[in-house]
């Protein structure tokens, strides 16, 4: 056995040192609340420091289901232009409901349904009653933030202009 697992450590070693600084990473797959998503940024200032140069962000998924409507709200952080998440820095709330009207010009009405990694609140957040509307194939305004099909989860770089 002691053979093998030095063979393995060495065989890793090995590989470790041929992969290139700039090859990327494999892709894994995406999280439930990515498929079919529309992305969307909004400022999280109440996690920002005193102090501290860093930024927080959510990081929303909305999934449009027919009238069903989920959002998926992650803390992120923007360090030196960087965007960047982390198990550690927070947790994801979601929320589920339903559009009353129409994505042409209707209504999302959320209730908390949870958040992984967060302490649980100690009564529920207030439901969220928002204006959604279809700005273009790909965009929707669900109150004040955009959404994006066309945006990526977890982009390298900080939102601009939120």
């Not at 090859?23 to 109440?46: C, D, K, M, Q, S």
Request: glycine residues 10%; aromatic residues 8%.
């Amino acid at each position: 056995m002691k053979g093998l697992t030095g063979f393995v450590l060495v065989a890793t070693l090995y590989a470790c040192a041929l992969a290139r600084a700039d090859e990327t990473p494999p892709l894994r797959p995406p999280l439930p609340w990515h498929v079919n998503a529309y992305i969307g940024f909004e400022r999280a200032a109440e996690f920002d420091q005193a102090g501290m140069p860093e930024r927080w962000y959510y990081q929303n998924a909305l999934q449009i289901e027919g009238a069903r409507v989920k959002l998926h709200k992650q803390t992120v952080v923007c360090k030196a232009g960087r965007l960047y998440s982390s198990e550690g820095d927070g947790g994801a709330m979601s929320y589920e409901g339903e559009m009353l009207g129409s994505l042409e010009e209707g209504r999302a009405v959320l209730r908390y349904a949870g958040c992984d990694q967060c302490i649980p609140p100690a009564t529920a957040p207030e439901p969220l009653n928002l204006p959604i509307r279809r700005v273009s194939p790909s965009v929707i305004l669900l109150g004040s933030v955009s959404y994006s099909r066309e945006a990526e989860p977890y982009p390298k770089h900080c939102p601009s202009g939120v």
